[in-house]
């Protein structure tokens, strides 16, 4: 094989066939064949470190992995790819801060990136046990990802290579309106808070919902359960909490206001697991606190 292209394609067969060795090195020669090529070739170049950093992770290789994405990115800043699989390696080596700032620098380009949501999750979980309430003063810096960035990979990158991209699975929602869909789903939100402000629950529901196709935060779920509430739905709220207790975990608003409604469900015993939750978090949370003695009375 004599071209980077034929290199790189013979490399993803072997990746496919669980032979990462064998894809490393091909992916190698693409690269040494490329070296001299110049800035033409940046992403063709960072698809392949990206490639055989992917082989790496697969070995075990944690250290190489990282080099290996970085050096993908410093190509092509703010990649998906190789900050997935940097993140993941990080992960692996119990560098949760890093590759917490990886994974939410995956979501400021698509948000739609299941994989990031459930890599920061874990590492939310993570840090909270290692560092404490105080985690994330110890973080190193999110960097800022610019517009141009976040709406750029809609279109597949030259020589990006599909052999082993994260399956399908791992993307939700439109992976092509990150940018102006996050936009549009903060601007939802904040007409939400307005009318909440002026009691229209079930218009601020509707602009909640709509702003949730488009971004799935937590925030956002915590609002409609608080219009739910107002408006006795409480199958509702317990839903909407569930769903911002899995982005974060240790969301206080999500835990009592799902307490809240469970008590109205008379499930008493779980609405009392959630106080108690919550009370490991806040201790001196007076509405928990006010809430967990009614829930004794009943």
Not at 51 to 65: P, V
């Amino acid at each position: 094989i004599s071209s980077a292209e034929g290199l790189r394609l013979a490399g993803n067969e072997q990746f496919r066939c669980g032979q990462y060795g064998a894809a490393a090195t091909l992916y190698t020669r693409a690269l040494q064949l490329l070296e001299d090529a110049g800035e033409d070739v940046a992403a063709e170049r960072s698809a392949l470190l990206a490639n055989r950093a992917a082989c790496h992770l697969k070995d075990g290789a944690c250290s190489l992995c990282i080099a290996d994405c970085t050096g993908a990115l410093e190509l092509v800043p703010f990649a998906v790819k190789p900050l997935l699989r940097r993140a993941a390696a990080y992960e692996a080596l119990e560098r949760y801060g890093l590759a917490y700032v990886d994974y939410k620098t995956v979501l400021q380009v698509d948000c739609s990136v299941q994989a990031a949501h459930d890599g920061v999750n874990r590492m939310t979980k993570a840090l909270l046990e290692k560092d404490g309430m105080n985690w994330r003063q110890k973080l190193p810096p999110i960097p800022s990802v610019p517009i141009s960035a976040q709406t750029r990979w809609n279109a597949p990158s030259a020589g990006d290579s599909k052999a082993n991209a994260p399956p399908k699975t791992a993307l939700r929602g439109e992976p092509g309106q990150s940018a102006a869909g996050m936009e549009r789903a903060r601007t939802l939100k904040e007409e939400g808070n307005e009318l909440v402000k002026k009691g229209h629950h079930k218009k601020a529901v509707e602009k909640y919902s709509e702003s949730l196709k488009l971004n799935q935060e937590c925030a956002t779920y915590t609002n409609r359960a608080l219009c739910y509430l107002a408006l006795k739905q409480y199958k509702e709220v317990a839903q909407d909490c569930t769903e911002a207790l899995r982005l974060d975990p240790k969301n206080v608003k999500a835990l009592y206001r799902r307490a809240q409604a469970l008590k109205e469900l008379k499930d008493y015993k779980s609405s009392i697991a959630d106080i108690n939750s919550l009370l490991k978090i806040e201790p001196k949370n007076t509405a928990a606190l006010r809430l967990l003695q009614e829930l004794k009375r009943a």
